[in-house]
T-cell receptor, first 115, second 112 residues
Framework: GDSVTQMEGPVTLSEEAFLTINCTYT??????LFWYVQYPGEGLQLLLK?????DKGSNKGFEATYRKETTSFHLEKGSVQVSDSAVYFC??????????????FGKGTHLIIQP | EPEVTQTPSHQVTQMGQEVILRCVPI?????FYWYRQILGQKVEFLVS????????KSEIFDDQFSVERPDGSNFTLKIRSTKLEDSAMYFC??????????FGEGSRLTVL
């Protein structure tokens, strides 16, 4: 079945450091890929998405590129801030044409940014 | 900004008891979902709901689970006879178009 694997956390960085959170997936066909973020005390929020190979999703300085050849969707940010401290979830959905298919999530990576 | 709200935020119950978790989705959304996360594990899909019926459900969503949209605003998850392994954080989500899901803060269920 479908699965998503993320790097284990917590990941602790200093402010202004470069961030990479690895995500790889296993799925049949052409899934859509997502990164969700959960700030302390809040629900999961969509951070960015990509629906086909080589698409780059970006938002709030974060980027991720859909790499079909390596089945990866790594999250990157050039200079992190304390406010980026949160749990980040990589996810996929099998259907690319809408519908109510469920998302398959990774375990989440807890990111801690120190001032 | 509209948001998905869930109640209760934390519920403690005895094994074998029935539990109802409540969700108020964003008002113009048409797609509704329940997910759960057991501590230290992945966020797992339970069920999706559209047009007043279940669209998809996972293997986890067995006969002890049910969902309902009783009054056009609430979306509930009922667990008929809770087991220890049902202890988890349960997330409700809604979507206008099934693409971007908006999640609630979660309801933590502890089964003793």
């Amino acid at each position: 079945g479908d699965s998503v694997t993320q790097m284990e956390g917590p990941v602790t960085l200093s402010e202004e450091a470069f961030l990479t959170i690895n995500c790889t997936y296993t799925a049949t066909g052409y899934p859509s890929l997502f990164w969700y973020v959960q700030y302390p005390g809040e629900g999961l929020q969509l951070l960015l998405k990509a629906t086909k190979a080589d698409d780059k999703g970006s938002n709030k300085g974060f980027e991720a590129t859909y790499r079909k050849e390596t089945t990866s969707f790594h999250l990157e940010k050039g200079s992190v801030q304390v406010s980026d401290s949160a749990v980040y979830f990589c996810a996929l959905r099998r259907s690319s044409g809408g519908g109510a298919d469920g998302l398959t999530f990774g375990k989440g990576t807890h990111l801690i940014i120190q001032p | 900004e509209p948001e998905v709200t869930q109640t209760p935020s934390h519920q403690v119950t005895q094994m074998g008891q029935e539990v109802i978790l409540r969700c108020v989705p964003i008002s113009n959304h048409l797609y509704f979902y329940w997910y759960r996360q057991i501590l230290g594990q992945k966020v797992e899909f339970l069920v999706s709901f559209y047009n007043n019926e279940i669209s998809e459900k996972s293997e986890i969503f067995d006969d002890q689970f049910s969902v309902e949209r009783p009054d056009g605003s609430n979306f509930t998850l009922k667990i008929r006879s809770t087991k220890l392994e049902d202890s988890a954080m349960y997330f409700c989500a809604s979507s206008e178009n099934s693409w971007e899901l908006f999640f609630g803060e979660g309801s933590r269920l502890t089964v003793l």
